[in-house]
C-alpha cells in the first residue's frame, strides 16, 4: 500500500523557517516528481512547489520563490520543503503528492498519490 506522510508542521511567527518532511512508503519513488500543495481554509488547493525526477528541476510558485526549496532524498524515499522568511499568507494545511510521470507538473489532478497534510500556521 503506497502511502505519503507528511511531518514537520507548527506554528510559528512571521519570519521564522519550518522545514516539512514526506516519507514515502509502499514503492520507491525516485524516478517520479513530487509536488508540495497547500490549502487554506475556504480555498481551492494550491501548487507550491515540485521537483521533476527526471531533470531533477524544481518549479515554484511566485508567491513562495526565494524562500521555499523542494529537495528529495533518493535513498530515503523522502522529500522535504524548507521554508523561510514564513508570513500569514502561508498558513495554510500542505500536502505532499506524487505522479506517475517523472516531470512535474503544477496541476493537483496530474498527481495520484497524496498525503493526508501538515498544518501550518503564521501568527504572533
Known amino acids: 500500500q503506497v502511502q505519503l506522510v507528511e511531518s514537520g508542521g507548527g506554528l510559528v511567527q512571521p519570519g521564522a523557517s519550518l522545514r516539512l518532511s514526506c516519507a514515502a512508503s509502499?514503492?520507491?519513488?525516485?524516478?517520479?516528481?513530487m509536488a508540495w500543495f497547500r490549502q487554506s481554509p475556504g480555498k481551492e488547493r494550491e501548487f507550491v512547489t515540485a521537483i521533476s525526477a527526471t531533470t531533477g528541476s524544481a518549479y515554484y510558485a511566485d508567491s513562495v520563490k526565494g524562500r521555499f526549496t523542494i529537495s528529495r532524498d533518493g535513498a530515503k524515499n523522502t522529500v522535504h520543503l524548507q521554508m523561510s522568511n514564513l508570513k500569514r499568507a502561508d498558513t495554510g494545511d500542505y500536502y505532499c503528492a506524487a505522479r506517475e510521470g517523472g516531470m512535474a507538473s503544477m496541476k493537483t489532478e496530474m498527481y495520484e498519490y497524496w498525503g493526508q497534510g501538515t498544518q501550518v500556521t503564521v501568527s504572533r
Open positions: 509502499g514503492r520507491n519513488f525516485s524516478n517520479n516528481a
